[in-house]
């Protein structure tokens, strides 16, 4: 589902993102990535969506090559993508509901279809009952879960989460890798960038490790589980 | 929270077999309604922006106003010109002096020949008694005239011309000169002609200037959907990142476009009714004095018409184009 070929990235200021690295995620699995701040897991997902391109190797998601992809295509290719962003990236000016209706409009969703979709996707994060609130009101942690909820809600092929669980408690985050669980068992691609340690080691997932852009482990889940 | 019990219940679990083929294209499923439902949220959303900002909106529809009123009231004195040149068609007459010495029966026969002429609406021949009589009457001399030995006026015949064009009734002339009887040939309507050469000039001027008009409309509103698309750029950005495409990031910003458009070209008839109103009773003024009775002639619907739609969509294009070059240049 995702292959990196022996992916390089050189921002123009010359600093070396990620070095030569190659893997592979396949349907219905669930890695991590984990490394310290600055080690290339953000450029990596933005590599998958075609924010940014790599400077050299061959980089295949969704059976796009995307070294090789035109504007037009690039949206069609995020909306097989759902992303749950570090910063959220909520619209303020627009209720729970709409922000989480986002890419059911998007698509060109029927408005009846569109609403039993969102509010089952909220439903999946426990905000149900916020969906007429403004994201504003809500906490650090229910943003986050109104932009998982949004992430899952077109039912995506892969979905890309950069730190999901940042802002949120131990039970929070083990509702939230519940539900990435879901999706994961039904054959999505998951692929979540965490630097939260002790939660990758006690899930005993495929977990990738990044250090100054070079992949430096590539830990599959313990037998014994 | 018990996400998992309640998603169990209420949430369709997702499967893979069950998953609807993603539908990649905006404008899919939607029906009519949906896209009128759309629409109206989308006419909504940017119209409350709109007086969000009052003061901000009413300077650029005022703007526009006053760009589409200069065309527009140059188009307007135009057809005023029109008008009053077709009020005087009718009686845009040709008077043909004879020659001395021809006799009335004479002059009779060849005023019933115009007459017979496809070319011509009217003719009439005015004997030198009479014209000499209708003189006495107009100047009161007719003492003074009776006491002439004889009468130095000719006969003449006037006629009125079916087609009124200058061209038409240059033509006219250069045949009815060289009539035999003719002597002399007088088009009393020579100033209408020069009338509609003015009134031809105003309006290629109305021409010229609505091409500038339109040209100026396109920078004045381009401009401030620049404006308008930067303030949202964060929101762009978030639309790019879940797969929206540059045309879905525009569409909020069409309808801004078309309602600033739209309010210019309606302000602009406001506008062009209050001047013609002003200039009226001041022509109402010197008419009096001329004992005429015209009036300026505000706008027709269909004028009124014209504007608005014109001003709409400039406004919807310039919208159209400005907003998909500065989405283009956003990425997130």
Not at chain 1, 18 to 33: H, K, P, Q, Y
Not at chain 1, 47 to 53: K, V
Not at chain 2, 17 to 28: A, E, Y
Not at chain 2, 170 to 177: M, T
């Amino acid at each position: 589902m995702i292959k990196f070929d022996n992916i390089s990235k050189r921002y123009a200021d010359g600093q070396e993102a990620l070095v030569d690295v190659s893997f592979e995620v396949s349907r219905g699995e669930l890695a991590f990535i984990t490394g310290h701040s600055g080690a290339g897991k953000s450029t990596l997902l933005k590599l998958i969506l075609a924010i940014e391109s790599p400077s050299s190797g061959q980089l295949i998601a969704n059976g796009i090559n995307l070294s090789r992809i035109s504007s037009k295509q690039i949206a069609l290719h995020r909306r097989q993508i759902g992303t749950v962003f570090q910063d959220h990236q909520l619209l303020h000016d627009r209720s729970v509901f709409d922000n989480v209706a986002l890419p059911l409009e998007i698509c060109g969703y029927h408005p009846t279809d569109a609403g039993r979709r969102v509010r089952a996707a909220l439903d999946k994060v426990g905000l149900l009952k916020k969906e007429k609130s403004f994201p504003a009101a809500l906490s650090g942690g229910e943003q986050q879960r109104v932009g998982i909820a949004r992430a899952v809600v077109n039912r995506p092929r892969i979905i890309l989460a950069d730190e999901p669980t940042g802002n949120l408690d131990p039970a929070l985050s083990r509702e939230v890798i519940e539900v990435f669980e879901q999706f994961q068992s039904v054959g999505v691609c998951l692929l979540v960038a965490s630097h939260d340690a002790s939660l990758v080691e006690r899930l005993n997932c495929r977990t990738l490790v990044l250090d100054s852009g070079r992949l430096i482990a590539d830990q599959k889940p313990r037998p014994d589980s | 929270m018990s996400v998992s019990k309640r998603s169990q219940a209420a949430a369709p679990k997702p499967q893979v077999k069950s998953r609807p083929k993603p539908n990649t294209r905006v404008g899919r499923n939607e029906s009519f309604s949906d896209l009128l439902q759309i629409h109206r949220r989308l006419a909504k959303n940017s119209g409350r922006r709109l007086v969000q900002t009052p003061v901000s909106s009413f300077i650029t529809v005022f703007v526009i106003a006053v760009s589409l009123l200069l065309p527009a009231l140059l188009f307007s004195l135009n057809s005023n010109l029109t008008s009053v040149l077709a009020g005087f068609e009718d009686s845009a007459q040709v008077t043909l002096y004879l020659h001395a010495g021809i006799s009335d029966a004479d002059a009779k026969e060849v005023s019933n020949d115009l007459l017979s002429l496809e070319t011509m609406n009217y003719a009439s021949y005015i004997s030198p008694a009479q014209a000499l009589d209708e003189f006495g009457t107009a100047t009161g001399l007719e003492n003074l005239l009776q006491e002439m030995a004889s009468n130095p006026l000719p006969g003449a015949i006037v006629v009125t011309p079916a087609n009124v064009s200058p061209t038409a009734v240059d033509d006219l002339v250069r045949q009815l000169q060289d009539l035999p009887e003719v002597d002399l040939v007088q088009i009393d309507s020579r100033w209408l002609q020069r009338l509609a050469a003015i009134s031809e000039l105003v309006g290629a001027i109305g021409r010229v200037l609505s091409l500038i008009v339109i040209l100026g409309l396109f920078f004045i509103v381009g401009n401030t959907i620049k404006l308008a698309v930067e303030n949202r750029k964060a929101e762009i950005r978030v639309i790019k990142l879940v797969g929206g495409s540059d045309m879905f990031a525009a569409r909020a910003f069409l309808y801004t476009g078309l309602f600033y458009g739209l309010g210019g070209g309606i302000l602009a008839i406001a506008l062009q009714g209050i001047v013609l109103v002003t200039f009226n009773s001041s022509l109402e003024a010197l008419m009096q004095l001329y004992e005429g009775d015209f009036q300026l002639r505000g706008f027709s619907l269909a004028n009124g018409l014209v504007v608005v739609l014109a001003g709409a969509t400039i406004g919807w294009t310039a919208a159209l184009l400005t907003s998909l070059r500065h989405i283009r240049g956003i990425s997130p």
